[in-house]
């Protein structure tokens, strides 16, 4: 969390800081190990344990007995039970982000600038098992080196581009302005953002398009539009060599996501037809050329489109990419999901499958990863 | 739940076997579920422009 501003610091209670920071960390994972926490927060082990010793004693978090590391316990939403203001964009936007969740499997957040960062105030990760993050609430993500960051910066006026570099203008690490400027004019270009390579996700494989505010307009609309799919709805979103090379990008055969419903036994060629479309969705606030960079006004927000982290998943594989079987089962006849799961597991081993998560319960790999299933 | 392959092709060939084909109707009948095949990159770097 936010380490810098050192001249501030001496106004703050050291520990309740510290409290604070365990919470957040603690929010990102269903279980947590001493390790995780102490990795995620940069806290000393035995300042950590202290801190959970206190939260337990509020009923805030508890010791998993079963896997020796930590969780919340319900009582925490009492510390955000009085917070009622949700931005109007928030409340507009979650509904068909969540449809889209549902029917494509694809993870989707939306953020909103704040000081220096865009926040995230909404996410689907909980509608799909294709993300291994845990949750995105409130990450704050960077300006310059995240897609949701950038889409922002790129479309904003150009006025407001230089307001905004010179707040994140952090003069202790080198900017290289002629880099910033290239990665705006290609966002634009482009008509969406991407990750800086380098910078570690936090949301996994993201790519940042733009909301617009439009003062004639109450509040913003969303439209989504899905490649692949002949309804018109949104077409317009993006110029249509923006769509093309989104569309391009999402489907390149290495990023290739493969999606059905359960009981579509269609042939593999429909598989994956369906596939590539299914990542790219574009929210505008206008339903006409939104992303068209002349007509942009002030801008409310990002939306980005999480992949499940392929890259997090191969990291640590060979150059040959693997794939990976990813699958949400919500178990309707247990004795008969038993037989399933009796007659399958053979046939996965045959073809060498592995586990990587089975059911509820995370498992760890060789590098220490968690992953959730 | 996520189960790893050591490709794309490995992956396909697990799904559409017989041997699998055979089950899968006892999965359909025991569970709402939905399956994804997702490739890994090979070259995470390489792959953002």
Known sequence: MAHEAGNEKTECIRSVERAIDLLQ???????????????????????????????????LAAQSASYGSYQLLGRVKSLASGFHHEPRVVETAEGPMIDF??????PLSLALFDRDAMVVRACTIRFTALSLEHAALDRRLSLLSHAMGRA???????????ILLSIVNDPSREHDDA?????IASTRERGYALRDPLSQSALGDDRGACLRKRPRRRHARLHLDRRGDDRTAGRDALPARSQGALAEHLGRPRRRAAGRAG????????????????????????????MNARKLGSLIGAIALGACAAGALSADGPAMPKAYVVAEIDVKD?????????A???VIQKYGGRFLTRGARPLRSKDGHRRNG | MIIEFASLEQAKAFEYSKDYT????????????????????????????
């Open chain 1, 25 to 59: 960390a603690l929010n990102r994972r269903p279980l947590s190990t001493l390790h995780d926490l102490h990795r995620d927060t940069g806290l000393p082990k035995p300042s950590i344990l202290r801190i959970l010793r206190t939260l337990e004693a509020k009923g």
């Open chain 1, 101 to 106: 969740t549902r029917r494509e499997g694809w």
């Open chain 1, 152 to 162: 922002y910066l790129a479309f904003s006026a150009r006025h407001e581009q230089a």
């Open chain 1, 179 to 183: 880099a910033v400027a290239a990665m």
């Open chain 1, 263 to 290: 009981r579509d036994h269609a042939g593999p060629g429909t598989r994956l037809r369906r596939g590539r479309g299914a990542g790219v969705v574009i929210a505008s606030s206008t339903g006409s050329a939104a």
């Open chain 1, 334 to 342: 247990r004795e008969a999901y038993r037989d399933y799961v009796a």
């Open chain 1, 344 to 346: 399958a597991f053979p």
């Open chain 2, 22 to 49: 055979d089950i899968a109707p006892l999965r359909q009948r025991s569970a709402d579920s939905r399956l994804f095949i997702v490739e890994g990159a090979a070259d995470v770097a390489a792959s953002r422009p």
